[in-house]
């Protein structure tokens, strides 16, 4: 089955204490992203991957690293937490940004900094 | 950066009626604009997409066109139906790929 999977589903955490958060997907896109949703703000993107070990900031990359070692994997990494960082997390896969193929978006996560 | 603008906020109509939400985008170089359905505690998924060089495209029930010269587009569904209730968010992306979404329309299907 296609999918994209994320881990955790939910974390609360505490200010400062670094987290990352999985995501791997299994239908060889090249294509990667992560985006954080919050309340009357829609999607906004954090960073995306257009192959391995290439990846470009999107519009709200502070406080936030990803990396693209493996095609499958594209971790969301916070290296210093803050509350302004609480939000509901999802990662998306596709074959090309552009491509005719849907993309895939994971189930969410949840993350509350406190 | 791209500044993408959607409305209405929130939209209720009658089962069987129409549907309409518009976006405006302010980069003119954005060449792809993809619509995203997002029910309630549910990913976003992909319902139609259309390409810079296309004015409008139809699959069954929906329908995007889009007017470069406005820069605006907008997501048509016919003939709505209880299902169809859910939040829709419009994007639109530059040639570097890069996706910029409006902040969602919330569609309430009455029956």
């Known amino acids: 089955e296609a999918q994209v999977t994320q881990n955790p589903r939910y974390l609360i955490t505490v200010t400062g204490k670094k987290l990352t958060v999985t995501c791997s997907q299994n239908m060889n896109h090249e294509y990667m992203s992560w985006y954080r949703q919050d309340p009357g703000l829609g999607l906004r993107q954090i960073y995306y991957s257009m192959n391995v070990e290439v990846t470009d900031k999107g519009d709200v990359p502070e406080g936030y690293k990803v990396s693209r070692k493996e095609k499958r994997n594209f971790p969301l990494i916070l290296e210093s937490p803050s509350p302004n960082q609480t939000s509901l997390y999802f990662c998306a896969s596709g074959q090309g940004a552009h491509s005719n193929q849907p993309q895939h978006f994971g189930d969410g996560t949840r993350l509350s900094i406190l | ?111």
């Open chain 2, 1 to 111: 950066g791209e500044n993408v603008e959607q409305h209405p906020s929130t939209l209720s109509v009658q089962e069987g009626d129409s549907a309409v939400i518009k976006c405006t985008y302010s980069d003119s170089a954005s060449n792809y604009f993809p619509w995203y359905k997002q029910e309630l505690g549910k990913r976003p998924q992909l319902i139609i997409d259309i390409r810079s060089n296309v004015g409008e495209k139809k699959d069954q029930r929906i329908a995007v066109t889009l007017n470069k010269t406005a820069k605006h587009f907008s997501l048509h569904i016919t003939e709505t139906q209880p299902e169809d209730s859910a939040v829709y968010f419009c994007a639109a992306s530059t040639p570097d790929y890069k996706l910029s979404f409006g902040a969602g329309t919330t569609v309430t299907v009455r029956a």
